[in-house]
């Protein structure tokens, strides 16, 4: 079992940047796949990136590749999104997950944070 908590979210301009953050507990966290995903309102929950066991390999989705950055720190057992240049269309609930077998569709993740708000104005 994995419990994982979200925090950093918040309000910001556009342009500016914010640091997600997601701490897992449970044992065995460094095997697996973390992946962060958000869901605006009215809209279907999205990828946005996702990050190897090991750290060595990442995924982004075409719409924030450039601009957010996924790493993980095993040690602290905690995994980060890092966005900058934000967007207004950047703004929604994120959440991280974790998943054996899993990459970019939320089908193969099999634990989930409760979310974290991003809010970008204009």
């Known amino acids: 079992q994995v419990q994982l908590v979200e925090s950093g979210g918040g309000l910001v301009q556009a342009g500016g940047s914010l640091r997600l953050s997601c701490a897992a507990s449970?044992?065995?966290?460094?095997?697996?796949?973390m992946g962060w995903f958000r869901q605006a309102p009215g809209k279907e929950r999205e990828f946005v990136a996702a990050i190897s066991w090991s750290g060595g390999t990442t995924y982004y989705a075409d719409s924030v590749k450039g601009r957010f950055t996924v790493s993980r720190d095993r040690a602290k057992n905690t995994v980060y999104l890092q966005m900058n240049n934000l967007k207004p269309e950047d703004t929604a609930v994120y959440y991280c997950?974790?998943?054996?077998?899993?990459?970019?569709?939320?089908?193969?993740?099999?634990?989930w944070g409760q979310g974290t708000q991003v809010t970008v104005s204009s």
């Open positions: 449970g044992r065995t966290f460094s095997r697996y796949v």
């Open positions: 997950a974790a998943g054996t077998t899993a990459w970019d569709k939320s089908s193969q993740y099999d634990y």
